[in-house]
C-alpha cells in the first residue's frame, strides 16, 4: 500500500492509474477504523480497480466544545489494517495540506445542512461538505463510498455533487451493527460499560417505530413522541426523532411511502445517531 501525505504526490499516482484506465474508488474517513469502515473498503474492492482511503480528522466540522482534540487517532492500527485489505493508496493528509492559510471557499448546501444534526452541531455540515468536496477534486477518483449511518451526510453529499456536477458517483453501503443491533462508530469508545448496555436501545426505538408504521395504526407525530419516551426512560437525552421523507429529509406524514427515520440521542456524554430507511406500498 502506498502512503502519501501531499496532494501533488496523490495526483501523481492517480494520473499513473487514469493512463493506464484503471477505475478509482475513494473512502474517506477520520480514522479509528472499524468493520463499517472496511465494509466501505471492501465494496470499493469490488467496484473499481483502485482504491484510495483518506484518513483525515477534519477540524472544520467539529463545533465548539466537540470533541476534535480528543477524537481517537489510532494511525498504526489503522494503517495495519489497511495493508491487511489490500487497499491500494492511503492518503494521509496533515491540517495545512487540507487547509492552507489562505483558504476562503466554504461549500454550504442549504436548507438541509440546518435540519436534524446540523440544528445540534452548528457548522458541521459546511466542514463536511467542504473538505468531501475538497477530497474529490484531489483524488479525482470515479466513485465515493459513504455509509448510510450518516444518513443525512450521505444526503447532504448527494446533493453537493449533483448541484456542482462533480464528476463522481456515489455509492452508499448498509450500516454494519454490532451483535446486539448498535450502529458501529468511532465514538462508541467513549461509552462507559452501563452505556454501552443501553446503547442498542436507539435501535430497538427504530425498529419499533418502523414496526408501527407499518402497522398503521398511529399518526407518524405519535409514533416519534412514544419512541422518544422509551429513550428518554432508558436514560438517553432524546436530540430527535423524526420520520422524514427518504429524498429530502423533510417531515414525513401517512401517505408518503419512501420513509427514513432519523435518530440522535445522548447517553452521558457520547452522542449516538441511528436511522433505518422502509417503504409503504
Ligand atoms: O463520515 C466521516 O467520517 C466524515 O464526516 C468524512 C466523510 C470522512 C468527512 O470528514
Given at each position: 500500500m502506498k502512503i502519501v501525505n501531499s496532494i501533488q504526490r496523490l495526483r501523481t499516482t492517480v494520473a499513473q492509474w487514469k493512463s493506464q484506465s484503471f477505475t478509482i474508488a475513494f473512502v474517506p474517513t477520520m480514522g479509528n477504523l472499524h468493520q463499517g469502515h472496511l465494509a466501505l473498503v471492501n465494496a470499493a474492492q469490488k467496484k473499481a480497480d483502485k482504491v484510495i482511503v483518506s484518513i483525515f480528522v477534519n477540524p472544520s466540522q467539529f463545533s465548539a466544545g466537540e470533541d476534535f482534540s480528543n477524537y481517537p487517532r489510532t494511525k498504526k492500527q489503522d494503517t495495519e489494517a489497511l495493508i491487511i485489505?489490500?487497499?491500494?493508496?492511503l492518503f494521509l493528509p496533515a491540517v495545512d495540506e487540507i487547509y492552507p492559510d489562505h483558504a476562503k471557499t466554504h461549500v454550504i448546501v442549504s436548507e438541509l445542512s440546518n435540519l436534524h444534526c446540523g440544528k445540534y452541531r452548528q457548522g458541521h455540515f459546511t466542514g463536511v461538505?467542504?473538505?468531501?468536496?475538497?477530497?474529490i477534486s484531489m483524488t479525482q477518483a470515479h466513485y465515493l463510498f459513504l455509509g448510510e449511518k450518516d444518513f443525512q451526510q450521505l444526503t447532504i453529499i448527494q446533493l453537493m455533487i449533483r448541484d456542482l456536477n462533480l464528476p463522481i458517483q456515489l455509492?452508499?453501503?448498509?450500516?454494519?451493527?454490532?451483535k446486539d443491533g448498535l450502529a458501529m462508530s468511532s465514538r462508541n469508545g467513549y461509552l462507559t460499560f452501563k452505556e454501552r448496555q443501553i446503547a442498542p436501545k436507539l435501535y430497538q426505538s427504530l425498529s419499533q417505530a418502523k414496526k408501527y408504521i407499518i402497522q398503521s395504526q398511529q399518526s407518524f407525530r405519535e409514533i416519534e413522541q412514544q419512541q422518544k419516551q422509551y429513550l428518554r426512560e432508558s436514560g438517553f437525552t432524546v436530540?430527535?426523532?423524526?420520520?422524514?421523507?427518504?429524498?429530502?429529509?423533510?417531515?414525513?406524514?401517512?401517505?408518503?411511502?419512501?420513509?427514513?427515520?432519523?435518530?440522535?440521542?445522548?447517553?452521558?456524554?457520547?452522542?449516538?445517531?441511528?436511522?433505518?430507511?422502509?417503504?409503504?406500498?
Open positions: 485489505e489490500a487497499v491500494d493508496l461538505s467542504t473538505v468531501v468536496c475538497k477530497l455509492e452508499s453501503v448498509a450500516t454494519v451493527r454490532e436530540d430527535y426523532f423524526s420520520i422524514c421523507r427518504v429524498d429530502d429529509l423533510l417531515t414525513a406524514n401517512r401517505g408518503h411511502q419512501a420513509l427514513v427515520i432519523l435518530a440522535a440521542a445522548s447517553l452521558g456524554k457520547p452522542r449516538l445517531i441511528d436511522n433505518i430507511y422502509l417503504t409503504l406500498g
